[in-house]
């Protein structure tokens, strides 16, 4: 099909370029250009990263009890609610 186009100098010049080192007509580099343009770009979704954070654990409390630990938690928390009542 053919078609009239203005195109700046500056990109005349780079597919002239491009058409001259490849040693193809000067439409052909038209047309990859379009082609190459025109894709829709499939890039590999980035990884999800979740920022961590340190918890800072009261001292004597031992992580590897955490039924141990929830328990003893809500008794603290008890025992505070109720000094607040008296």
Do not use: H
């Not at 040693?23 to 343009?37: E, F, M, Q």
């Amino acid at each position: 099909m053919r078609t009239t186009i203005d195109l700046d100098p500056d990109v005349d010049a780079r597919l002239r370029a491009l058409a001259r080192e490849r040693g193809v007509p000067l439409r052909t580099v038209i047309n990859d250009s379009l082609r190459a343009g025109t894709r829709p770009e499939i890039s590999e979704p980035l990884p999800y990263k979740l920022p961590s954070s340190r918890l800072g654990v009261r001292p004597g409390i031992d992580l590897n009890k955490a039924l141990r630990l929830a328990g003893e938690l809500e008794d603290e928390e008890t025992l505070r609610k109720l000094e607040l009542r008296k």
